[in-house]
């Protein structure tokens, strides 16, 4: 009795083989040419299970990743690494690879090679091109032009550039260019307002903010993490679908890093709402934050092939490894290792560009950041001074600025949180801080709040501690922070370690406000610095930043002009009756 093995069978496909697999003509061709030669038992089962399937013809160059390019390179003697494969055909795969023929070099022979598919980085994007003209009213950078087409040419991405680098720009022209008819756009709740004015700067499209449990339709709807419970429930029993309800065509997820920890409800809220969406872009500066197990949830948002796999995603990436608590298995994921590796193997779907490698950016970039106040002592406090400012219509300058120091107070106090929040975002991405105010209150406060890490320095320090805290910060790694009296910080220092500065509140003294974005900006300064404006809208704030920036732009634009405070400050003091 004749015994079946794979060899006697792979014998007799291989001899009346007539297909298009280049591998098995060669071993065809073998064989007949060497009668002796005998076939191995994993060639035997390859033309056993690859015989009757057709090869898919490719004919491309195929990028491939670092890891996968060193082992090429060391089998084939190369001087340098091949960026890219030639694949004529795949002429099988496996669960984990594909068998190719193809080549390496442009001057080689076709020959078969095996290929990792984690390995191998399929392109997927388009290429598009945009007509910038409709906003040549606020025309984006040259290195937006390149995040807009990045976004349009993916459906899922994430856009990771340093902070005041302009991602809300970028991402609002690749929504209006996208074509999507229903747009979302989930951020901090501190982030809405910016972003309505953001939108409302390119389009006349209607935009929705939405606020606790009002749901109010349009083009474009802004909500905040917070609340996403209220329009969206993960429980069948109690399903809430408002949002899907809209039929989105795009989401947009600002402060995406918000969304790393996936036991997180917000996390999971919009894990679920995203899946049902065809495009989504997701913007952070903190794409890692401080472990690769906070980017997971990201790349797999955008379905990167790196994240296709947690377990082997934590093993990678995290030093990933369990143990028994509790009479049950749990696992440990807060280390870091490959970092190399992981960013070769996520790049395709990121974009991530330091301040410092983007040429076409000014030295200084200038942010505001608007907010909405929600406060009964703000509007009580402005509620008196407008009655007091009637009654007593003809007083002095002085008396009714002294009069406005306690909304200013009220302003400088509420603000804190949303200063917390930036200077949070500044120490995820290892940045130092300058940060302003005018207010005992709030100074001391920040410095609380930082104290490992932070120095202050204000009116009642002497010489010797105003040069220590200078000194701490311009030298000393730890400490990140250095918040400051704006007059007594504001002039005659170097801060040049900063790469942000951020001012709680604002000055009644335009020239107050220019020296101290200068403190970081200056001489020796090798980083562009962002100077972040807070600013609460409807408030006697909006007015003193309207007002300012109006006189930078006369100054700009008239060469040794000159605008006494005291003109600005009749002014805003009009402006504020008319509120």
Known sequence: MELNLPEIEAKKILLEYNGANNYILQLKSTYKLYKSKTLTRSQ?????????????????WVEIDDYFAEGLMADNLLSEKPKSVWVEKILSETVKAFHMWGKILEDQKLYSFWAPKNQIIPNTERKVTVDYSPYSHRKPYDHQK??????????????????????????????????????????PATLKLNWK????????????????????????????YDILK??????????????LDENFDLVIIDEAHYISNT??????????????????????????????????????????????????????????????????????????????????????????????????????????IFLEIDSLEYRKEVGEYL?????????????????????????????????????????????????????????????????????PLYGQMNQEQRQESVDSFQNDPKIKIFVSNIKAGGIGITLTAAEVVIFNDLSFVPSDMSQAEDRAFRIGQKKNVSCIYPIFDNTVEKIIY??????????????????????????????????
């Open 387 to 455: 009655d007091w400012a009637n009654e007593n219509p003809n007083q002095s300058l002085t008396i009714q600025l002294n009069k406005l120091m306690k909304v200013r107070q009220i302003i400088a106090n509420e603000k804190l949180k949303n200063t917390f929040e930036l200077i949070d975002q500044c120490l995820d991405q290892d940045k130092k801080v300058i940060v302003f105010t005018n207010f005992t209150e709030p100074l001391m406060g920040i410095w609380s709040k930082y104290k490992k890490m932070a120095v």
């Open 230 to 243: 209220n329009f969206h429930s993960l429980d069948k029993k109690d399903e809430i679908t408002t949002i």
């Open 44 to 60: 035997s089962e390859y033309i056993i299970n690859n015989h009757d399937k057709v090869p898919k013809i490719a004919r491309k």
């Open 546 to 579: 309207n007002m300012v920036q109006k006189k930078k732009r006369v100054i700009d634009a008239v060469l040794g002009d000159h605008i006494e405070d005291e003109d600005l400050m009749l002014s805003l003091l009009e402006e504020m009756q008319s509120l």
């Open 197 to 224: 004015r953001e939108v409302e700067n390119y389009t006349d499209d209607k935009i929705s903010i939405i606020t606790s449990k009002k749901w109010e339709s349009g083009k474009f709807i802004i909500i905040n």
């Open 146 to 187: 390149i995040a807009v087409e990045k976004l349009l040419g993916n459906d899922k991405y994430i856009l990771a550039d340093d902070m005041g680098v302009g991602k809300t720009t970028s991402a609002t022209i690749a929504a209006l260019e996208s074509g999507s008819k229903k747009i979302l756009i989930i951020c």
């Open 263 to 368: 036991k997180a409800q917000r996390t999971k809220l919009a894990n679920d709402i995203v899946k049902k969406v065809g495009k989504v872009w997701l913007l952070t500066g903190t794409p890692m934050t401080s472990r690769p197990i906070n980017y997971y949830n990201l790349l797999r948002l955008v379905e990167s092939r790196v994240a296709k796999n947690w377990v082997s995603y934590v093993r990678r990436y995290c030093e990933g490894y369990q143990i028994n608590k509790g009479g049950r298995k749990i696992w440990l994921t807060n280390g870091a290792s490959n970092l190399d590796e992981l960013r070769d193997r996520s790049k395709q779907k990121v974009l991530r560009r330091l301040k410092e490698e983007i040429l076409d950016l000014p030295d200084k970039i200038i942010t505001p």
